[in-house]
């Protein structure tokens, strides 16, 4: 039980352009989910916290309008980065957890590179 | 300002020594999440300690949370190849959101 997928797991993109991740729960249902960041060789940074059919919570200095999350559904959260610079090349990881819970099952990642 | 200190950030052994990874905090959290994260995947949930003063074990794994709450430990018994990897302490304070330690990169010799 608990698993989290995400799509795709790898994404090439050209410098300019937007580009959509998405975040599922397959066998629960996610009232919160969450976007990290991760930079080689280092820990996870919280980007913003996503509420089903509310708007996310940014983190401070993580830009909302350039990082456009949707938690549409119970199952599905995604995170559009729009306009990518090469800067925003980095592993992008959700995770989602269940109402009350405080365990954050998580995503495979999903390997963004923007040339 | 890091609200979780992880120590150490790297560690190298041999095969079948013992290793102790700390987790530590100026601050009181509810629960505490451990977590192991190989390249390339997202982390992997291996325990959550709740009540101070908790052991909990996960066959050579040994998790422990401080009597206060606001630090953690894991040690690994006669560790193996297998066991290298990232490991990330989280602690979660009220709402559901997480913070996590910087991290130790362990490595296990043959």
């Known amino acids: 039980g608990a698993v989290v997928s995400q799509h795709p797991s790898w994404v090439i993109c050209k410098s300019g352009t937007s580009v959509k991740i998405e975040c599922r729960s397959l066998?629960?249902?996610?009232?919160?989910m969450f976007w990290y960041r991760q930079f080689p060789k280092q820990s996870l940074m919280l980007m913003a916290t996503s509420n089903e059919g509310s708007k996310a919570t940014y983190e401070q200095g993580v830009e909302k309008d350039k990082f456009l999350i949707n938690h549409a559904s119970l199952t599905l959260s995604t995170l559009t980065v729009t306009s990518a610079h090469p800067e925003d090349s980095s592993f992008y990881i959700c995770?989602?957890?269940?109402?009350?819970?405080?365990?954050?099952?998580f995503g495979p990642g999903t390997r963004l590179t923007v040339t | 300002t890091q609200l979780l200190e992880q120590s150490p950030q790297f560690l190298s052994i041999q095969e079948g020594e013992n290793l102790t990874v700390y987790c530590n905090s100026s601050?009181?959290?509810?629960?505490l999440q451990w977590y192991r994260q190989e390249p390339g995947e997202g982390p992997v949930l291996l325990v959550t300690?709740?009540?101070?003063?908790e052991v909990k074990k996960l066959k050579r794994l040994t998790f422990q949370f401080g009597d206060a709450r606001k630090d953690s430990s894991l040690h690994i018994t006669a560790a193996q190849p297998g066991d290298t990897g990232l490991y990330l302490c989280a602690g979660a304070r009220g709402a559901q959101k997480l913070v996590f330690g910087q991290g130790t990169r362990l490595t296990i010799n043959p």
């Open positions: 300690v709740v009540t101070g003063g």
């Open positions: 995770s989602a957890t269940e109402d009350g819970s405080h365990e954050q099952y």
């Open positions: 066998d629960f249902q996610a009232t919160t």
């Open positions: 601050s009181v959290f509810s629960s």
